[in-house]
């Protein structure tokens, strides 16, 4: 029998110095890791899934309320209402407003939107607002997630099946997976020099999507005016099928925005030589225009609801049809009643925020049928509504406040 080697003092030495720095590496990795920075408590069961609302309420009031300034618009997923503050997500019970599950980590939170039935979440790290992680808005329980490079600042929006994240710089499509299906802009490490795409000195200055589209309104220093981009994802997510569509005319800053991407055609504000909304397809060319009597408001919001499309410009409501991007219809101010803010659709019929209430109004027609009352502080923000149930829900500003 072959007699074991010997162990010396220096090999036991050895293999327990060998075993604290595995350990110390090890508790490292953890002390540093957005495990260890995140507190996640799940629900003790899912929510259950809300029944559609077959008639409008015949009243309504508040039921509660609750800070959500990481939200531009209600998030409404899975049964709960999702508030975003500081550096925690909450979900809530929407009659009661009782927090059903809640997300928090060591950073703050850039923004929160909705994808399917998961809650997005965009914290910031020292590589920008691009630490994403979704979150299941039934049982609060953690999805997919993804990391990039972003802008400080971003602007979330989603159509349901695809985020996107917007900054000044740079921008991203994501699946609901977040696998990123596309992305423009400034990177931090060109891989391929060939790679088009934004060059040094070009601001994003607004930007909205479909589920296979991004349409940029960009200004270059290098251009007097501004210039729309139509982009469809490509071979690579990072080279984009690209068409730049010039507006003469249009200056940086000017106000001119993308409203909403629909299936090939792109809505688009532009400020001068008169203020108007124009549709462009996706070959560049102008298809419709709409002649607006003033500019909007800075605060203007946009949303798709049903086969709608509702344009708040700050004292009136455009309609447009979601497929095809044509003007329906305008609810104006009249002399006691004024939009606050778009539309939502609800048991087949169309809900706008208004002074002193919710106007209720044929999606078909745009004729009000009646109104409810509600009692609102005042505020230069758009109350941006959403429904789940039989509820209504409306951010405003920073609060997301729930009517039953």
């Known amino acids: 029998m072959v007699r074991p080697e010997r162990r010396t003092k220096a090999d036991l030495a050895a293999a327990a110095a ?39 309420p015949a009243s309504l009031t508040e039921l509660w309320s609750a800070a959500s300034p990481a939200t531009r618009a209600p998030v409404v997923v899975g049964g709960t209402v999702t508030t975003g503050d500081g550096r925690t997500l909450e979900g809530h019970d ?15 939170l850039c923004g929160a939107t909705w994808v399917y039935h998961y809650v997005v979440a965009v914290y910031r790290d020292g590589r920008g607002c691009g630490q994403v992680s979704t979150i ?27 985020v996107l994240s917007a900054g000044t710089t740079r921008l991203e499509l994501w699946r609901s997976d977040m696998v990123r299906m596309l992305s423009y802009g400034e990177i931090d490490a060109r891989v391929k020099p060939s790679n088009r795409g934004l060059h040094s000195g070009c601001t994003l200055e607004s930007a ?40 003469p005319g249009i200056k940086p800053g000017s106000g001119a925005r993308v409203l909403v991407v629909a299936h090939n055609n792109t809505a688009v504000y532009l400020p001068s030589p008169q203020p108007r909304i124009e549709v462009i397809d996706e ?15 800075a605060a203007a ?14 004292d009136a409501l455009l309609v ?10 305008t609810i104006a101010a ?49 109350v941006v509504p959403a429904v789940s149930g039989s509820k209504v829900i409306e951010q405003r500003g920073g609060t997301v406040v729930v009517l039953g």
């Open 18 to 56: 060998i075993v604290v720095v595995v350990s110390i590496a090890a508790a490292l990795i953890w002390w540093t890791s957005d495990a260890r920075a995140t507190i996640s408590r799940p629900a003790s069961v899912p929510a259950p899934t809300p029944t559609p609302a077959r008639e409008v």
């Open 94 to 108: 929407p009659a009661t407003g009782e927090s059903v599950w809640s997300y928090t980590r060591d950073s703050d």
């Open 136 to 162: 299941n808005g039934s049982t609060g329980r953690r999805g997919p997630a993804r990391s990039s490079y972003a802008d400080p600042r971003v602007h979330l929006s989603s159509d349901g099946t695809t």
């Open 208 to 247: 909205a999507a479909s589920s296979s589209a991004v349409s940029v309104l960009e200004a270059c220093a290098d251009q007097a005016d501004v210039r729309l981009v139509l982009l469809r994802p490509g071979k690579e997510d990072d080279e984009p099928e690209q068409r730049f569509v010039p507006e």
């Open 283 to 297: 070959t560049g060319v102008t298809v419709a225009s709409t002649l607006l009597a003033t500019q909007p408001s």
């Open 301 to 314: 919001a946009a949303s798709q609801t049903g086969s709608l499309v509702t344009w708040w410009t700050g």
């Open 320 to 329: 447009f049809d979601a497929s095809t991007l044509t003007q329906r219809y």
């Open 334 to 382: 009249g002399e006691t009643m004024a939009p606050l803010g778009p539309g939502v659709m609800m048991a087949g019929q169309l809900l706008v925020p208004v002074t002193g209430g919710i106007g209720v109004y044929d999606p078909v027609s745009g004729a009000n049928i009646r109104y409810l009352q509600v009692t609102r502080s005042p505020s230069t923000s758009a």
